[in-house]
């Protein structure tokens, strides 16, 4: 990974991180649904892309790679906000309480 260049090492960064913290939060709501086929199913993607995401992320700090880092940082928030805001759309029927 080191041959490549600092852009592309970026961009591995971030597609990485944003689909691990995407998962491990889709990985959450299915845990707590008891949904277990989906639940391991998406605990392995999120082990792999952990994997990849952090020997990156770790791999950039020890380098200095300051745009890299920022990278992996902004794209767990998104993962995150992704994940979030469409579960939310996905149950919105579900949620509306229409009331008597």
Not at 33 to 41: H, Y
Not at 77 to 91: M, P, Q, R, V
Request: aromatic share 8%; hydrophobic share 55%.
């Amino acid at each position: 990974m080191e041959d490549l260049p600092i852009w592309v090492q970026t961009l591995l960064v971030l597609v990485s991180s944003f689909l691990f913290i995407y998962l491990k939060t889709i990985n959450l709501f299915h845990v707590v649904d008891r949904n277990v086929t989906k639940a391991v199913l998406s605990g392995i993607l999120v082990g792999l892309l952990w994997l990849i995401s952090m020997s990156l992320g770790v791999n950039a700090i020890l380098k200095g790679h300051i745009i890299t880092v920022v990278a992996h940082i902004i794209a767990g928030a998104l993962g995150t906000y992704t994940a979030i805001t469409l579960d939310k759309k996905k149950n919105y029927e579900k949620d509306i309480d229409l009331g008597p």
